[in-house]
Structure formats: structure tokens, C-alpha cells
């Protein structure tokens, strides 16, 4: 079967819900190549740096973005690409705020010093043990459940390329996720899918072969697991085409997607 633009749904179909588009303020929207640290200073949405003590004792940095809202909201952990905490990491969280979630980016960097300076966070991150960033992670989730202002039976996570594959590594290792969404990252161990709870989205890019090759394999591993698992390959596009803003439709319908599936599995 063409799998151009093609959407696969291991478990139920798709819950009918209102169109829900990336929010777009004075400056623009994700979908185009910007000043990053511009929209960040133009937010309407709440954002701020926290400290938080992980489960070994050292103490990890984020940004945390909250959404105006007088109830709880949901929450979602924003999972940075390779190269650290950047400002788009930012501006994304503060995209989850603006559609009525509180969105926290950790730096998982912070027990190296913090993406902020690294001479070399591609290598940093590249020796970071896995169960140390799972150690973060769930400090991280500590985190958010201890605050007022979160429903803490609606806690999703998201993650981009190397991001991508912690978020659904994770998805592994904390069962009390509600949602996982995989952007353009590889699948952890299949033997290990079958520990996870969270319905997990994917999206990938039609020319990221490095990616897709294997997609086949994890989609019957999750299949075989009784696990849901639903992925689109977005067509035209390439590997990190969310930060990359290209093919602009695409980004849009990619975002459409992943905000369609966070109302179906967390209820905002």
C-alpha cells in the first residue's frame, strides 16, 4: 500500500472533533522560519524557568508554560531535539499553553550544566545514560503532578528526533501516561512496547528513510502487543520538519493532527 500522507490506526477510529490549529499570534506561526526568541518575548501565555529535585538528588531545569484558564488543564512534557533547550523548544511550549495546556521542557542537559553554552550538546546528550533521562523524566512528571493548576490523570508526553525517541522510550517506563507522540523519532527495544499504556501517535516525514525503514516492524510489534499506535508520514516532508517550516501545509495538517489526538486522549 502507498504509504504517501497515509494514517494507520491500530486501536479504534478516529473520535470526531472541531479542527484545532497551531495557535498563531502577531508574529506568525510554526510553520515558517523565525526569530525564536522574538516570539518568545511576544507570548500572551505564561512562561517561566523552574527548579525541581530529581529522584537522585541533582536538580533539574525547565521551562514551564501555563495556559489562561480558571480549572486545571491537562499537561504535556515537551522533549527537546539533540542540540539541547532551545528557544523553539520554548515556543512550543508555549503553543501548548496557548491551546489550554500546561506545557513543561525540561533541560535534560541540566546534569551537564545546561544546554545553555554547551560547547557540544549533540555529544552531551549522545552520552547521556538512558536511565538517567528516564530518572528526569519522571522528575519531571513529579513535578507537574504536584502543581495545583494540572489535572494529574491527564499528562501526555512529546518529544522531536532525538526528543522523539525519549517520548516514546518513556512511554516504556511511566504507565501513567495518558498520551505519547512521537515526532520523526526510532522506536525503543520492541520487546519493550508491550509495558506501554499510552495510546502513541507518530509523525514522520515522507523523506526520512533512516526513520520510516522500520516503521513496518513497529507498527506489528505494537499490533501484537494490543498496544494503540497510529502514525501519518507527511508527504514532501523532511526529517525535523516541524522546526524547519517546510512544506508549510504539511507542518499545519501535522499540527492539526497532534492536537486532534491530545483532545481525544486527554480531554481538553
Same mark, same amino acid.
Given at each position: 500500500?502507498?504509504?504517501?500522507?497515509?494514517?494507520?490506526v491500530a486501536a479504534g477510529a478516529l473520535v470526531a472533533v472541531g479542527v484545532?490549529?497551531?495557535?498563531? *499570534?502577531?508574529?506568525?506561526?510554526?510553520?515558517? @522560519? @523565525?526569530?525564536? %526568541?522574538?516570539?518568545?518575548?511576544?507570548?500572551?501565555?505564561?512562561?517561566?524557568?523552574?527548579? $525541581?529535585?530529581?529522584?537522585?538528588?541533582?536538580?533539574?531545569?525547565?521551562?514551564?508554560?501555563?495556559?489562561? *484558564?480558571?480549572?486545571?488543564?491537562?499537561?504535556?512534557?515537551?522533549?527537546?531535539?539533540? $542540540? %539541547?533547550?532551545?528557544?523553539?523548544?520554548?515556543?512550543?511550549?508555549?503553543?501548548?499553553?496557548?491551546?489550554?495546556?500546561?506545557?513543561?521542557?525540561?533541560?535534560?542537559?541540566?546534569?551537564?550544566?545546561?544546554?545553555? %553554552?554547551?560547547?557540544?550538546?549533540?555529544?552531551?546528550?549522545?552520552?547521556?545514560?538512558?536511565?538517567?533521562?528516564?530518572?528526569?523524566?519522571?522528575?519531571?512528571?513529579?513535578?507537574?503532578?504536584?502543581?495545583?493548576?494540572?489535572?494529574?490523570?491527564?499528562?501526555?508526553?512529546?518529544?522531536?528526533?532525538?526528543?522523539?525517541?525519549?517520548?516514546?522510550? $518513556?512511554?516504556? /517506563? /511511566?504507565?501513567?501516561?495518558?498520551?505519547?507522540?512521537?515526532?520523526?523519532?526510532?522506536?525503543?527495544?520492541?520487546?519493550?512496547?508491550?509495558?506501554?499504556?499510552?495510546?502513541?501517535? %507518530?509523525?514522520?516525514?515522507?523523506?526520512?528513510?533512516?526513520? /520510516?525503514?522500520?516503521?513496518?516492524?513497529?507498527? *506489528?510489534?505494537? @499490533?501484537?502487543?494490543? *498496544?494503540?499506535?497510529?502514525?501519518?508520514? $507527511?508527504?514532501?516532508?523532511?526529517?525535523?520538519?516541524?522546526?524547519?517550516?517546510?512544506?508549510?501545509?504539511e507542518v499545519e495538517r501535522a499540527w492539526r493532527d497532534v492536537f486532534r489526538?491530545?483532545?481525544? @486522549?486527554?480531554?481538553?
Amino acid at each position: 500500500m502507498n504509504t504517501r500522507g497515509r494514517t494507520l490506526v491500530a486501536a479504534g477510529a478516529l473520535v470526531a472533533v472541531g479542527v484545532l490549529a497551531l495557535a498563531v *499570534r502577531s508574529t506568525g506561526s510554526l510553520t515558517a @522560519q @523565525q526569530d525564536y %526568541g522574538a516570539r518568545l518575548e511576544a507570548a500572551t501565555t505564561h512562561g517561566e524557568w523552574v527548579k $525541581y529535585t530529581g529522584v537522585a538528588g541533582d536538580t533539574v531545569v525547565a521551562y514551564i508554560a501555563y495556559p489562561e *484558564r480558571s480549572d486545571p488543564a491537562p499537561a504535556m512534557i515537551v522533549i527537546h531535539e539533540i $542540540y %539541547g533547550l532551545s528557544d523553539w523548544v520554548r515556543v512550543v511550549a508555549d503553543d501548548f499553553a496557548s491551546k489550554g495546556y500546561v506545557a513543561i521542557a525540561p533541560d535534560l542537559l541540566s546534569r551537564r550544566g545546561g544546554s545553555e %553554552g554547551a560547547d557540544d550538546a549533540r555529544r552531551l546528550i549522545r552520552d547521556l545514560p538512558p536511565d538517567s533521562i528516564t530518572v528526569d523524566l519522571n522528575a519531571t512528571f513529579s513535578y507537574l503532578r504536584s502543581l495545583k493548576a494540572i489535572r494529574g490523570d491527564a499528562i501526555g508526553v512529546i518529544g522531536f528526533c532525538w526528543g522523539g525517541s525519549q517520548s516514546f522510550r $518513556y512511554a516504556t /517506563n /511511566n504507565s501513567d501516561l495518558k498520551a505519547a507522540v512521537v515526532c520523526y523519532g526510532s522506536a525503543p527495544d520492541l520487546a519493550t512496547v508491550g509495558k506501554i499504556r499510552a495510546p502513541v501517535l %507518530g509523525v514522520y516525514a515522507e523523506n526520512d528513510a533512516r526513520i /520510516n525503514a522500520n516503521l513496518p516492524d513497529v507498527e *506489528r510489534a505494537m @499490533q501484537e502487543a494490543g *498496544r494503540a499506535y497510529r502514525y501519518t508520514i $507527511y508527504p514532501g516532508a523532511g526529517h525535523a520538519f516541524l522546526r524547519r517550516g517546510a512544506p508549510a501545509a504539511e507542518v499545519e495538517r501535522a499540527w492539526r493532527d497532534v492536537f486532534r489526538f491530545l483532545a481525544e @486522549q486527554l480531554g481538553n
